[in-house]
DNA sequence: CGTTATCCATGCAATATGGGACTTGATTGG
DNA sequence: CCAATCAAGTCCCATATTGCATGGATAACG
């Protein structure tokens, strides 16, 4: 069963002409005619009454038009689709983040892409950096915004902008208004940090930083957000070595650099050759640079 | 572009095995992937991403699956309602019918079709005997329920049943209590009949009546209803010639046969040949018999 | 009333497509 | 390193589709 025998179906049912469908559908009568034939073989039933002189529809005809017209649309809506889904102007982005990129990082992205291909539907979803690599693994997103991490062979990533950690202080903190800190500077305090399991890096850079000066971070609390840390910095709970890029504009926050300080290179995250085509503008933007600005 | 190829696709969409896809699809696995292959082409899309250890859906392949299960499952039902439509079981039967014909018997048609065919849309259109003629050489009714009228090449008829003309009249008039009446008797009488471009048959009828007997009918309304016809009586405005099956259980209007009454035969007329397997069982219910009781 | 024009169906030969059997090439697991 | 698995390639045959030419029926017209 051919979809042509319905596209000529449906030529006829509009002419009741053999000789007009035919020319429409841009072949010569006789063959037309065995299409029709044909379809009426296929399906067992008489579509359209011919005499030499008149061409009808039958009752099954009249709903069998109206039932092929509406095949027929959708038929070619999801050729169209699948081709669009393949070029990347439509279709679906799941993109993953660690929580703080949400801070301005993602919408920035997510603004960019969104300009430039308004058809694609984007899913964010917020996951630790271990998830996202799970994920992406699995082909459950496309992309996911993570830091660097260790290598995988499945996924590539494609570096967004170096991030450095710097201290976060309560306002009236002995340290605040310091040019620089050091390890042991902060020998005594009540740390703040996300757990490891959330993230091995961020986690792994903060000891490594106090492991230079051979010490161990004291860490008295360990929520999942960057953003509830400078919470509780904020209280007084305590200091925190966080990302510079999610201090800016937090007014009862005091921020102090570090020395030597951690570097922490955020990424774009793929599978390897696994392509959805939606992602390749995102990839542009990412290239282009522009997103490092705070 | 094959319907196959939908079904092949969708097959593996569902498996992502060739060979398993291909048995379930009751074939060998090479040509199988050449329908894969050839849809893939006429698309101009991939739609799998195949190694000879893994076979996974692109995001064009994802969404083209879910189209191609609906234009599927929409083809099916196309298919399948042809069938039932040239069947009979569902579909549409547009029924015409006299006015006063709406009296019982066409309740009762349609009833004991409905019993029947619950699928089947019936559309009801009340219409003048020449209206429904012209309507059914049209193809726009299946049937009519109508006065025998003159033959029409086109068109066949079914006797439902005899009608005959009985006199109305007002409960307290002159002639009310006769066993029978004559053109004679109503040679002063004010008539009340339709109009002649309504039912010329039943128009015919009356003047036939009174021409036996030398006389031309004095018809001083004209409506279009027979019921109207039998309030306008009622009322005392005038007699009439009615067809007997309308008159009973009118409290207010006493009847009287008539000598040599004028036979009406109320026929199912339906287009010669031309055949909406709907109309079938309302011909069997109409061959029954059962509807000529009032 | 015969002729002509129109229109759908059919016969025929060339071509294209679809399916099966067998084989090849690549990858994975023992 | 070998065996197993799986998709693709090759060859061959059956069937379907196409264009061209023709036939047969019907309506319009002179």
């Known amino acids: 069963m051919d979809i042509q025998k319905l596209r000529c179906f449906a030529a006829l049912a509009e002419t009741l002409h053999f000789g007009q469908a035919a020319e429409r559908m841009n072949m010569t009568q006789p063959p037309f005619s065995r299409q029709i034939a044909g379809l009426e073989r296929a399906l067992g039933v008489t579509l359209v009454e011919r005499s030499s002189r008149r061409v009808a529809l039958t009752p099954a005809g009249e709903r069998f038009q109206r039932d092929a017209r509406a095949v027929l649309a959708r038929f070619e809506s999801a050729c169209r689709d699948a081709r669009l889904v393949a070029e990347g102007q439509t279709g679906e982005l799941r993109l993953g983040f660690m929580m703080h990129a949400a801070h301005r990082l993602v919408p920035r992205m997510v603004a960019a892409y969104a300009a430039r291909r308004p058809e694609v539907r984007i899913t964010l979803a917020e996951a630790t950096p271990e998830e996202i690599e799970e994920r992406l ?5 496309d992309a996911g915004v993570t830091f660097a991490g260790a290598a995988v062979p499945q996924l590539e990533s494609l570096p967004i902008f170096r991030d450095r950690l710097c201290l976060a202080l309560p306002p009236g903190h002995r340290l605040a208004g310091r040019t620089e800190a050091a390890p042991e500077d902060l020998r005594d305090e009540d740390l703040i940090a996300v757990p490891d399991r959330v993230s091995r890096t961020l986690r792994g850079e903060i000891s490594r930083w106090f492991a230079q000066a051979g010490l161990v971070p004291r860490v ?15 209280e007084g709970l305590g200091t925190a070595l966080v990302p510079a890029s999610i201090c800016d504009r937090q007014a009862d926050v005091a921020t102090v650099p570090l020395a030597a300080a951690p570097a922490l290179d955020v ?8 392509g959805n085509p939606a992602l390749a503008p995102l990839l542009e933007i990412i290239r282009q640079g522009g997103l490092t600005a705070p």
């Open 137 to 141: 693994i699995r082909g459950q997103l």
């Open 220 to 234: 008295r609390f360990e929520p999942q957000l960057q953003q509830t840390i400078l919470r509780l910095v904020a």
């Open 267 to 274: 990424v774009l995250r793929t599978r390897r050759g696994a």
